[in-house]
């Protein structure tokens, strides 16, 4: 891939720069073929490569580990491993069929953890039929008790060799996609700086395309109007395009995009109304009719039963697993400064109700009188008063430096859950001074607990606006999903690598 890559837009966007080449490129094709790019080329192969590694270790250590002699295990029915060798491309089959390649290519956000409700279909799915298969043809000695080891194994092998995967193939140069945004609106640069503050996705933004240059005092330098798409495709050699809000007719926009599909690229569209969409949005059809349908936004007494009982069950278990790490951090504070080893504040809970926070203390004993002479290095200052972060900020002690940066201080608030005045899923719990600007339809974020997490924390926790942090509490809590709250959890833990603690 060597085109230009110049990036053409408003100054507050920096796209992310390209990784460095590596020898796997030299075998991903240049070019786009069909709804093949470089990206779906490179990591169809590697999680294809995963999955058969992942499935290869959980059957020999299945089959090894349940003998006292391994080695005997694995040689006395060699047509066990013969079998399982053949099996291989069923496997890839049925992943392929469960979507489990294709994904990448079509989605930035994708992770492995959204992989895992299919890993489990296609492994237990598979696991059964190759026991079944066994049993009718003899062909090979495959025992309940392997099998059923196979499978746990299997469900927990796969997804760490896919992860592994995707981290390698996200290194390579062939991952990263020149995108094209068609529009050069407010929803256009919104949808730029999301992309350049977070490199992760693999999107490289080459220019945007539109009629005009927009509104405001810095408008857009465009590289070409909508009906300039195919020629700068290939010029470009775009790999995606995405539609967002272009000053063009509806039928100017179906022409457009009818001339984009023939020129085989990913095209993405943002639609209409979409800060009402969330993760519960079903797309039904009436007659040919294309329709968005939303989920109901109360939620139902069952619904809440379950959220309750994932909040005492997750709370009780971490309490008892970290306990240890509860004990040492109280002493370390201790140890470290003058002070309480907890740090209570009042929040803001559900239904209105105002609750005491629990916290390790990060800062000094007297961090809230030394607010007032530190004001002047907030860093939303300038332009969101109502929130309060300020950079290295010089009140927190050595031991709440590490911390913060773990998110550590913030697991007595495991106690708030079990008390039910918290979830461990849920909109960002703030303080009272932040909640007085919280108006209108925003609101309804007191319909549910604050959380321990939330979609505020995995996406980039205190660097995200308040307006934006809002949104996207009212768009969990008018959608929310014990899947949902499940997946939120998992990708809790990786977005500690590159969150930034706050209070």
């Known amino acids: 891939m060597n085109g230009s890559k110049s990036t053409v837009a408003a100054p507050t966007v920096e796209a992310p720069k390209r990784p460095a080449e590596s020898p796997i490129l030299d075998l991903v094709p240049s070019t786009p073929t069909g709804h093949n790019t470089p990206r779906g080329w490179l990591m169809r192969r590697l999680l294809a490569l995963a999955d058969v590694a992942g499935l290869t270790v959980a059957f020999v250590l299945a089959v090894s580990l349940a003998d006292d002699d391994p080695t005997a295990a694995l040689t006395s029915d060699p047509w066990r491993l013969v079998a399982f060798g053949l099996s291989l491309p069923l496997w890839v089959m049925l992943a392929r069929v469960h979507g489990l390649y294709e994904r990448d290519e079509d989605r930035s956000d994708h992770s492995t953890i959204d992989d895992f409700v299919g890993v489990f279909h296609v ?90 240059m927009g509104q405001g005092p810095d408008p857009l330098e465009l590289i070409g109007t909508p009906e300039d798409l195919p020629r700068l495709i290939r010029t470009h050699e775009i790999e995606r395009v995405i539609i967002a809000f272009s000053t063009d007719s509806h039928e100017q926009l179906l022409d457009i995009i009818r001339s984009v599909q023939d ?35 109360h939620l139902s007494g069952s619904s809440r039963f379950l959220k309750r009982t994932l909040d005492l069950v997750g709370a ?80 927190v002690t050595r031991a709440g430096a590490f911390l913060r940066r773990w998110r550590i201080d913030e697991l007595p608030q495991l106690f708030n859950v079990i008390r039910g005045e918290m979830s461990l899923v849920g909109p960002r719990p703030l303080i009272l001074d932040e909640d007085q600007y919280v108006e209108k339809r925003a609101r309804r974020r007191l319909d549910l607990k604050p959380g321990m997490t939330g979609l505020w924390q995995v996406l980039g926790a205190s660097d995200i606006p308040f307006d934006e942090m809002t949104k996207l509490d009212y768009l969990y809590v008018t959608n929310w999903s014990l899947r949902e709250d499940l997946r939120l959890i998992l990708l809790t833990l990786p977005s500690l690598t590159r969150s930034r603690s706050a209070y």
């Open 263 to 297: 020129v085989n690229v990913q095209i993405d569209i943002v639609p209409r109304l979409f800060e009402a969409l969330g993760t519960n949005t079903q797309l039904h059809t009436i007659e040919g009719v294309q329709l968005v349908g939303l989920p109901g936004t």
């Open 316 to 395: 009780t278990t971490a309490l008892i697993l970290l306990s240890p790490v509860l004990v040492a951090t109280a002493a370390w504070i201790k140890l470290d400064s003058r002070g309480p080893v907890l740090f209570r504040q009042v929040r803001m809970g559900e239904d209105e109700r105002m609750f005491r926070i629990f916290k390790f203390r990060t800062m000094a004993h007297d961090a809230d009188d030394q607010k007032g002479t530190i004001a002047h290095l907030n860093m939303h200052r300038g332009d969101d008063p109502r929130m309060f972060k300020v950079p290295n900020d010089p009140r």
């Open 123 to 212: 492994v237990t799915v598979g696991t059964w039929l190759a026991l079944v298969a066994s049993h009718a043809t003899g062909f090979a000695d495959l025992s309940l008790g392997r099998m059923v080891a196979f499978w746990a194994l299997a469900i927990a092998l796969v997804p760490v060799f896919r992860a592994l995967m995707r981290a390698l193939g996200r290194r390579n140069a062939a991952y990263t996609q020149n995108v094209l945004i068609v529009g050069s609106g407010s929803v256009a640069r919104l949808l730029a700086e999301k992309i350049g503050r977070h490199p992760e996705y693999g999107l490289h933004i080459t220019g945007f395309v539109d009629r005009d």
